[in-house]
């Protein structure tokens, strides 16, 4: 066990503010779900701020006391909720078309869905072109810079209307056209002359982000989207202040890969080929469509394998891996997703096997408590004045942000591991790695 000092960390006391771009299945999936947890209509599964535990010192100590306990987290009741999206729906409504949870339960939660209301986003259809319906609730006047700041200007409003205290933002919309970094987004002074100019690498998320930062709240990006994996990001959040996480939350398929291959590398088997294929039929199935956005989807979800069985280092196993990803809009299935996937595995003397999975999730109810726990994370980290790249909350992404200089680290359990013990190193407590000699006589 390695010694830690201890982080002064600010009190979780008055509101937490949590601000959504896209107020689809995910948001009103989270803002139903907390306020049927408020309420003891049901529980937050899924959720390690609410529901995790957390070992402080030796097994035999017997310590393990709730993260809720352990770090000062904002309470769900304390919690308020706003956003943008370019349908008009309020949450109530979009809750029911979005068909994610039973009709009882949205309508128990009704009062609390009907007032919150959508403000009018930032949009460019170049980037999602698959939405379809009245996307009329938009920004329509002015530069990126100025519709920059018509978001500050709605965020102000939201604080001053919801009494806020502290704000996150979370990246809850659809995913955008693939994205490659280019020089307007190579420094702070560049990216703001492109706003003011439109420059046309410059994604409506990140606009978002750049409001955010700009405010010194937290931003994660539970989309693929480049956003805030760029230079001109870090620059902003470490001028303001502000941690940055992302990207693209880690649910179904992804979820299981990252539990499945660290297994599968640990005992030294070997994968020849990975097929994964998926069908959904939400409005995120329906977006992906769109060869552009899938392929921004596509690279996130092919990372995964090659950073956590480097065939560079073990090519007798993975050097030769065929992985390929599908996903499949299928409007009758709604948000309970299906994925497949098929693995050629081989073993002692290169004698081949199989795995088949069928996983039968749903999305949105995978989605909303990783949304949950971010946004607490995130408003602890920036109460611990914890700014820039937040790694250790890589556990919740398909795709994590990391140093320029670095590999994402993909395998779940090193990063559940690196998400406690930054818990722990905040709080002064030993650091856990699990060696084991205080036990032993070695």
């Known amino acids: 066990m390695t010694e830690a000092k201890k982080i002064e960390i600010a009190g979780a006391s008055g509101r937490l503010g949590i601000l959504l771009p896209g107020m689809g299945a995910v948001s009103t999936t989270l803002i139903a779900g907390v306020e049927a947890v408020r309420r003891g209509i049901a529980k937050p599964i899924g959720s390690l701020t609410q529901m995790g535990t957390i070992r402080l010192g030796k097994r035999t100590e017997e310590k393990n006391p709730t993260i809720k306990e352990f770090v000062p987290l904002a309470e769900l009741d304390n919690l308020r909720f706003g956003g943008w999206d370019v349908f008009h729906d309020n949450c109530f409504e979009a809750a029911v078309k979005c068909e994610v949870l039973e009709r009882h339960l949205i309508d128990e939660v009704r009062p609390t869905l009907e007032r919150i209301k959508p403000m009018s986003a930032v949009f460019d259809p170049r980037f999602v072109k698959n939405l379809k319906g009245d996307t009329s609730n938009v920004k329509n006047s002015g530069t990126l810079m100025d519709k920059a700041e018509q978001l500050m200007r709605d965020i102000d409003a939201f604080v001053d209307r919801e009494r806020v205290d502290r704000l996150v933002m979370l990246w809850c919309g659809s995913t955008e056209a693939y994205l490659e970094r280019q020089p307007v987004h190579e420094d702070l002074a560049g990216f703001e002359k492109g706003l003011r100019e439109n420059d046309p690498a410059i994604a409506p998320s990140m606009v978002y982000a750049y409001a955010a930062l700009k405010k ?79 392929k921004t989807k596509e690279v996130s979800k092919l990372g995964a394998l090659d950073y956590i069985f480097q065939p560079e280092i073990y090519p007798d196993l993975y050097k030769n891996l065929f992985h390929k990803v599908r996903i499949n809009y299928y409007p009758p299935r709604g948000d309970s997703k299906e994925g497949w996937d098929n693995l050629d595995i081989f073993g002692w003397l290169g004698y081949p096997m199989q795995i088949k999975i069928d996983f039968l999730c749903r999305d949105s109810i995978l989605a909303a408590p990783v949304a949950l726990d971010l946004v607490l994370f995130s408003d602890l980290a920036k109460r611990a004045k914890l700014k820039g790249i937040q790694e250790w909350l890589s556990f919740y992404y398909k795709s994590p942000m990391t140093s320029p200089k670095l590999y994402p680290e993909h395998d779940l359990f090193v990063q559940q591991m690196k998400l406690l013990n930054t818990l722990r190193y905040l709080k002064g407590e030993t650091l856990i790695t699990h060696l084991g000699n205080e036990y032993y006589d070695f």
């Open 216 to 294: 010194g709240m937290a931003y994660c990006n539970g989309a693929p989207n480049l956003t805030v994996d760029i230079p001109a990001m870090w620059e902003l959040a470490d001028k303001t202040g502000s941690p940055i996480s992302g990207k693209d939350f880690k649910t179904g398929q992804t979820l299981l890969k990252t539990i499945l291959a660290p297994g599968l590398k640990a005992r030294m088997l070997g994968v020849k080929g990975w097929f994964s294929t998926n069908i959904l039929g939400n409005r995120d199935g329906e977006v992906l469509e769109d060869p552009e956005s899938f």
